[in-house]
């Protein structure tokens, strides 16, 4: 008993048959990959976490600097203090 592929033709259709054998083989097969690939993503991307952007200190006046929310959040030039 082969690993087989078979048609029968049948009016004007074609019918495609596989053996057991075959389609133990392509059941095997997916089975298989679909495994390795939960496993694979499992260990690559599962639990890992983003990393943080490095802090950098912006200075008053220096592009970044948002008075609104920084510093002493008074806006604005002739501002007393």
């Known amino acids: ?3 087989g ?3 029968i033709r049948e ?3 074609v019918k495609v048959f596989l053996s057991l054998r075959l389609w133990v083989v392509l059941v ?3 089975v298989v990959v679909g ?3 939960f496993v694979v ?3 690559v991307g599962g639990g890992s976490e983003p990393v943080p952007a ?3 200190r ?3 006046d220096e592009p970044g600097w948002d008075c609104r929310t920084m510093g002493n959040r008074v806006c604005g030039e002739g501002v007393e203090r």
């Open 41 to 43: 993503g499992w260990n």
């Open 11 to 13: 009016g004007g259709c």
């Open 5 to 7: 592929v078979g048609y």
């Open 54 to 56: 490095p802090s950098v």
């Open 1 to 3: 008993m082969g690993v």
């Open 28 to 30: 095997l097969a997916a």
């Open 58 to 60: 912006v200075e008053e």
């Open 35 to 37: 495994v390795g690939a």
